[in-house]
């Protein structure tokens, strides 16, 4: 060997090295945007860098609740890097323990309204009581809750979950997130990523005039055959009609009580043997799709004033694939005018009512779904109280009951006018803030989209006793709140009364019908000055997003004031039946109405659906034609006298994979009781699809 | 060039390659001009700017991860029980997470109310029905809008025709006593 020492690239070496190098550059360069397509918005994802007490900055420990538990950034095979986090809980009574971004302006990843963003982490972990949960950082009220995305499986094994977000709403500059831990276990993460995933909105057009922001109505070239008093979506797409006796004293002496069900298919109706009078009843879907349906009418009142409506004990079953009533046993007291709420559980509450002698039904009536019968009034938890006719109790988020002070006659509940009624505990707690709580009758309250973000609006009312106009009020509350109170919400719109007449700043409507909609709105319609009397011709659209009105909605031709319904078909459109004025007729009139969103471009295809019930806090594949906006469970209406109190709109965070998408339905079975439901999503378009049906339990 | 000299220069090759494959095939092409650019930070408070309190040698530099893109491989198993774990065992069911939302503290609940030993009387004309008049499913308001001065024509305006009086004449619509309401 000699002594001269070589280079470890010759000139030649280096110089195509250059030129391997500007190559690279140049190929990079010429693929615009991708880099910022992945980019990652998170500060410190991967938990590498630590501060003083080893704790990854731009993070934090977060929860709630007893439990016996320990954070650790352990080095123990990462996923990627030097560190991950793992939260132990060793023991839990209440509550959750969680990683959480920072809740602060450094930290946070910053957020554009309107956007959606994947967020994704690596995870291990023993339990499945698992969820990722987000905070947004509103400019108005600070950091507040948002929404729980996504429960992960337990994996020995390292294993990624993402989730896009809904639009961030408006009004929110940053949001942080993190994987909740909420039963005994051990979970580790690591490598969090957050991207924009935010779609492009294609150019739309309509060319069908006013029908572009308005919707239209279309009055059907047939009449239903039966009094659509009580309406009930079935989980076949069909709509169950009850009339009973129908509010026609001469039907009810002659034993004629009339079901019919109508099919929106064929546009044609087919009717039901019907074995008693169910007019005045209360129903809901059960959660195998069959609707139980409670009380009734046993008796209208004497002109002589000796005795009002009487309500039956009756209670049936309505089975959908038989076309058929079965009779269970018979309730604890007569129920004429009575709630009907499904729970977590699959079981059913009915409060209120008139019961057999006329006299107010102060029993707490308790459906049991497995033994499939209504339990002894020793069996059921009772308070005694009594809750007025066809109360508004609308399930919340841990199995309580907000009583939202919508109901129909007369005044409100003594007191605040609205309350949260805990059936295990026995208790009712008030609830204030209900303006004019007198004046709610034939008011109608809907649990607002996304359930998930418990809100609840209540709708103009007036009142039967005083017969003053019906006012245009509405009411929001945040059952998310500590202790949520009631706020204004913005004035119904102004609408017009027979012969084109515009109504007073003050008017407004009761017996109004409220339904939600797939692209997340609430249509608002229908509705009277007075009781059975002077229709209102107004429409308008409710944001939730924004709390507000969109007013001149096309209205419906037909008058639609006492004992009308409106209601959500599978199709997206909204079907409308009913009216009984004060002279004791009754329009026997079909209207439906086409939204906005059914003008503006190609409907989305849900192209398949993975078969198969819907257990909590799973996941089901869909495929679909195109990008999707938003994904949604919509529970079929059982309404009746501007009231359905459980009627929902569930938000199914997306995992998304091109055209197949994993939908992430919540664990909590309060937020969507078991059931049938209308599976929607939106495309980016802002048109929903057709409705698959999807059954959870 | 040597032998390990052209393996040097081999492999680099094949991994800028490699990058320049990556760049161009991996999805996420399909994200829309509208995605935002990653926000930076400005404020000096930024813990990964500032010279933090890791230690005497400072804050470790950032490591900045590759972005994350869903893909076919690398997106969440679907947690679907019926998907197998790594461990072959059935999945264990998931508990509902519930929030603590609504505790009302301080709201006293209202004060319990004892077994019934009466009924919870109503008044029969619940349904703000005057059924004096006319028959059951007519509703003859029991009390009239503010400010209506005439009853019958009220009503007329609505569609009733006259109508029999049921029972008392308790609002003076049968002045001549025939029992038929506002036939005058």
């Not at chain 1, 497995?370 to 919340?396: C, D, K």
């Not at chain 1, 959500?568 to 906005?596: C, E, K, Q």
């Not at chain 1, 999503?681 to 339990?697: D, E, I, R």
């Amino acid at each position: 060997m000699n002594g001269r020492t070589l280079p470890l690239f010759s000139r030649r070496d280096r110089i195509r090295i250059a030129q391997v190098v500007i190559v690279t550059l140049v190929l990079v360069l010429a693929v615009p945007g991708r880099s910022l397509a992945g980019a990652n918005l998170l500060s410190n994802p991967g938990l590498e860098v630590v501060d003083s007490t080893g704790f990854p900055v731009c993070w934090e420990q977060s929860g709630w609740g007893d439990s016996t538990h320990t954070y650790e950034v352990t080095h123990n095979d990462p996923h990627g890097g030097a560190n991950a986090m793992r939260v132990t809980v060793s023991a839990i009574t209440s509550g959750d323990r969680k990683a959480l971004m920072l809740e602060n302006p450094s930290c946070a990843p910053n957020v554009t309204p309107g956007h959606q963003y994947d967020l994704s982490t690596w995870y291990k972990t023993t339990t499945p009581n698992t969820v990722m949960t987000m905070f947004r950082h509103d400019v108005a009220q600070g950091w507040v809750y948002w929404t729980d995305l996504a429960t992960l499986t337990t994996s020995t094994a390292w294993k990624q979950q993402t989730v896009r977000t809904p639009l961030v709403p408006a009004g929110t500059d940053q949001i942080v997130w993190g994987v909740t831990i909420y039963g005994a276990g051990t979970l580790q993460t690591d490598d969090y990523s957050m991207v924009d995933a935010t779609q492009a909105a294609p150019g739309t057009s309509c060319s069908a005039g006013p029908a572009c922001t308005a919707g239209a109505w279309q009055v059907m070239p047939f009449s239903s055959p039966v009094r659509g008093i009580h309406a009930v979506v079935l989980k076949n797409g069909n709509v169950l009609l009850v009339a009973g006796s129908g509010n026609d004293p001469a039907a009810f002496a002659a034993g004629t009580f009339t079901t019919a069900v109508y099919s929106p298919r064929t546009g044609t109706f087919t009717t039901v043997p019907t074995p008693a009078d169910l007019f005045c009843s209360g129903h809901v879907q059960l959660a195998d799709g069959r609707v139980l349906i409670m009380g009734g009418n046993k008796a209208y009142p004497a002109a002589d004033g000796s005795h009002g409506y009487e309500g039956l004990k009756d209670s049936y079953i309505f089975d959908p694939d038989t076309m058929g009533y079965t009779k269970v046993n018979d309730m604890t007291a007569g129920s004429w005018y009575p709630s009907a709420t499904v729970l977590g559980n699959g079981d059913v509450i009915s409060l209120g009512g008139l019961g057999e002698d006329s006299s107010g039904t102060v029993a707490t009536q308790y459906f049991t779904g497995a033994g499939q019968r209504w339990l002894s009034i020793n069996e059921a938890h009772q308070t005694w109280s009594f809750w007025g006719l066809y109360p508004s109790m609308v399930l919340m988020q841990d199995g309580r009951l907000f009583y939202t002070g919508s109901h129909v006659f007369g005044n409100g509940l003594p007191g605040t006018g609205a309350s949260i009624y805990d059936y295990h505990a026995s208790t009712i707690t008030p609830v204030s803030g209900l303006q004019r709580k007198d004046e709610r009758d034939q008011s109608m309250s809907v649990l607002l989209p996304p359930a998930q973000d418990q809100r609840v609006l209540t709708i103009g009312g007036g009142n039967i006793n005083s017969n003053p106009d019906a006012n245009r009020l509405t009411d929001l509350i945040d059952l998310k709140q500590a202790t949520p109170v009631y706020q204004p919400g913005p004035p119904l719109p102004g609408g017009t009364m027979t012969g084109g007449i515009p109504q007073t700043a003050a008017q407004g409507k009761m017996y109004v019908s409220a339904v939600l909609l797939p692209d997340g709105k609430v249509f608002e319609t229908g509705g009277a000055l007075h009781n059975r009397a002077d229709p209102v011709y107004e429409a308008s659209m409710f944001d939730p997003a924004t709390n507000t009105f969109a007013a001149g909605m096309a209205t419906d031709p037909v008058p639609r004031g006492y004992h009308s319904s409106a209601f959500l078909l599978p199709d997206g459109r909204v079907m409308a039946v009913g009216n009984n004025p004060g002279d004791g007729t009754f329009d026997m009139r079909v209207s439906v109405y086409t939204p906005p969103y059914l003008f503006k471009g190609g409907r989305p295809q849900i192209l398949s659906v993975a078969g198969g019930p819907w257990a909590y806090g799973t996941t089901k594949q869909i495929t679909v034609d195109g990008p999707i906006l938003k994904a949604s469970l919509i529970r079929p209406e059982a309404v009746t006298h501007s009231s359905d109190p459980n009627q929902r709109y569930v938000d199914l965070p997306m995992t998304v994979t091109g055209t197949t998408i994993g939908l992430n339905l919540t664990s909590n079975p309060n937020l969507a009781p078991p059931g049938w439901y209308m599976l929607y999503v939106v495309g980016t378009n802002g048109v929903p699809s057709v409705a698959q049906w999807v059954q959870v339990k | 060039m040597r032998g390990a000299r052209r393996t040097l220069l081999g492999l680099g090759l094949l991994g800028v390659l490699a990058a320049g494959v990556w760049l161009v095939a991996a999805p996420g092409s399909h994200a829309s001009p509208a995605v935002a650019p990653a926000p930076r930070p400005t404020d000096s408070t930024w813990p990964l700017l500032a010279a933090g309190p890791a230690g005497p040698a400072g804050p470790a530099p950032v490591p900045v991860p590759p972005p994350v893109t869903p893909t076919a491989a690398a997106t969440a198993v679907p947690s679907s029980p019926a998907a197998p774990n790594p461990g072959g065992a059935a999945a264990p069911i998931v508990q509902p997470f519930v929030q603590d939302f609504a505790g009302q503290p301080g709201v006293k609940p209202l004060k319990p109310l004892p077994s019934p030993t009466g009924t919870h009387f109503v008044r029969p004309n619940v349904d703000g029905c005057d059924h004096n008049y006319g028959e059951i499913t007519q509703c003859v308001p029991w009390t009239f809008p503010p400010g209506t001065t005439d009853k019958c024509a009220w009503l007329a305006e609505r569609g009733f025709q006259p109508l029999k009086v049921a029972a008392a004449d308790r609002q003076k619509l049968d002045p001549d006593g025939n029992k038929i309401a506002c036939d005058d």
